[in-house]
């Protein structure tokens, strides 16, 4: 997504999908929130579900794809240890 300039806003344990059939995939769903930035340009929305959105989303700054990885790692964090981290 990211390299096709696209930030999804809304990364959380609902909006990704895992397979475990024969090929294990995951899958990133729920598209109402991302949008398509052009190079250097920099969303300054409020969206998302708060125990993901990175700081500076909370905090109302400019942001760009970076914010997404945020959410995946507050993700990873619920799958590895049981619980949100904040």
């Known amino acids: 997504l990211h390299s096709k300039g696209i930030i999804h806003r809304d990364l959380k344990p609902q909006n990704i999908l895992l397979s475990y059939t024969s090929r294990r995939k995951s899958s990133v769903t729920d598209f109402g929130f991302a949008r398509y930035l052009h190079s250097n340009m920099m969303a300054a929305t409020l969206c998302g579900s708060p125990m993901y959105m ?31 981290p904040f």
């Open 54 to 84: 990175a700081p500076e989303v909370i905090m109302s700054q400019h942001y760009d794809a970076k914010a997404d990885l945020w959410s995946i790692g507050t993700v990873i964090y619920q799958c590895l240890v049981g619980k949100p």
